[in-house]
């Protein structure tokens, strides 16, 4: 924490320096080399250049908290009438949860719903628990009553995802969130739910012959970055939570198999994608694949015990991976789609991604603060503008596959109702409001 408090205030006193020099050299007139005042000029930065303080940090995730609230309801309606439906022994093949900007039960409001739950612990708003509670109340008193339904015929397509998980996209992300507001001690019908999850990812998604989880599309035996964050963080916060090891023993297998086959250790990044039965693997470094395998490292880290076999290989990654990462942060703050590829768009979820788990790897005391604090803060500053006024998260990337030339990356659209970018948001700001007060509190 010392070296936390030093890093950040070299930071505060070298913005200052510039600030008063700038001006003391602009009172004195006719700027020119001869003088050396020009190395005083005051530089146009795009994003701030400053350390946010909490307070403007949660103005930031507040904004985002309201904007959700408004456009993601926790409400029945039948379909037809468009009726609230509030009695829930009425379900029916017509009831349908509200449609709105945003799913409930999809794996980007897992991360949505983590992230609330963090931003409530560290900043004491209880508004951030209650969105979560109200909707995993919700879920949990209507799942059974579709659970039954289903049997008779098609249901609401979120609801089939709860009682029904046919992929981790379903399962992995809103599992990893249910089991950690049910050991923050929320009360909800999540056993059910939490159960159903977790049989879907140890039991039934497709695995290759070593046990690592894997798709056949687009190719038999294909292995997606993404899964590591859809099944890792759902599996080990299960191991903390019943304390039985072989969750853990799981987490480590999949981050090391993964690893072996998806980590470019020259360039300290993942490849999107890996075929079972190619010769060659290209190597596209996509960045919010790199985003979800570096939280699902976290997450790992986080809920193992510290001295527990094979933790010490997973910081390992942890750490090559951020230093990868740091290297290709841009001169404003963000990373790119393609993170080696500076031609590519500047994209928000990945940049928040990144942010969360530098401040947090700072905080944990696992990497430099010296050497990381900055690009975490410089990290926010940079996601800070992506918010706007409504609270809306611009700049992120659509949903995404997978595919083996940089075109299909390079043109995916961005847009303000992807619903990867909020989750992300929200761990970032509260990681930073974390950072930050660590560092007050040290003066």
Not at 218 to 244: E, H
Not at 277 to 305: C, Q, S, Y
Not at 354 to 360: F, G, L, N, R, V
Not at 385 to 391: E, R, T
Request: aromatic share 12%.
């Amino acid at each position: 924490m010392r070296n936390i408090t030093c890093c950040f205030t070299t930071l505060v006193f070298l913005l200052t320096f510039i600030g008063v020099n700038a001006q003391n050299s602009a009172s004195k007139g006719k700027l020119t080399d001869a003088n050396d005042a020009l190395t005083h000029l005051t530089p146009e930065y795009k994003v701030p250049h400053e350390v946010m303080s909490p307070t403007k940090i949660k103005e930031v995730t507040d904004r985002v908290l309201l904007f959700l609230e408004a456009n993601s309801p926790a409400r029945l309606i039948n379909k037809e009438s468009k009726v609230v439906i509030s009695d829930y022994s009425k379900i029916d093949q017509n009831v349908v949860i509200e449609p709105a900007s945003f799913r409930l039960t999809s794996y980007e409001w897992g991360v949505t719903y983590t992230g609330m739950l963090l931003t409530a612990l560290v900043t004491g708003d209880e508004r951030y628990k209650k969105y979560v509670s109200d909707r995993f109340v919700f879920l949990g008193e209507i799942a059974p009553y579709f659970e039954k339904l289903s049997r008779e015929g098609g249901i609401d397509g979120q609801m089939e995802k709860v009682v029904h998980p046919k992929a981790l996209d379903d399962a992995g992300a809103i599992c990893a969130s249910m089991i950690k507001a049910q050991m923050g001690g929320m009360i909800f019908n999540g056993k059910p739910m939490i159960d159903r999850y977790m049989n879907y990812i140890m039991n039934k998604n497709y695995r290759l012959a070593d046990g690592t989880f894997a798709r056949n599309v687009p190719f038999k035996n294909t292995v997606w970055l993404d899964d590591m964050y859809m099944s890792i963080p759902a599996i080990v916060n299960m191991g903390k939570m019943t304390g039985d090891k072989k969750y853990y023993d799981e987490a480590i297998k999949q981050v090391t198999q993964f690893a072996e086959r998806m980590f470019v250790k020259e360039k300290g990044l993942y490849r999107h994608g890996w075929v079972e039965g190619m010769t060659e693997h290209p190597a596209f470094h996509w960045g919010r694949a790199n985003g979800w395998a570096i939280l699902a490292k976290l997450e790992v880290l986080d809920a193992l015990p510290e001295n527990y076999p094979g933790r010490e290989k997973v910081l390992e990654l942890f750490r090559a991976h951020v230093r990868g990462l740091a290297s290709l942060q841009s001169g404003d703050g963000f990373w790119h789609q393609l993170l080696d590829k500076n031609d590519s768009y500047l994209e928000t979820s990945c940049t928040a991604i990144y942010t969360y788990c530098i401040a947090h790897a700072v905080n944990m005391g696992w990497i430099d603060p010296l050497a990381y604090g900055p690009i975490a803060v410089l990290g926010w500053n940079a996601v800070s503008i992506k918010v706007n006024s409504d609270g809306e998260v611009e700049g992120t990337c659509v949903g995404t596959g997978m595919e083996f030339n940089p075109q299909f990356y390079y043109y995916r659209p961005a847009h303000k109702y992807a619903a990867h970018g909020y989750g992300p948001v929200l761990l970032a700001g509260a990681e930073m409001i974390r950072l930050v007060q660590t560092m007050e509190a040290k003066h």
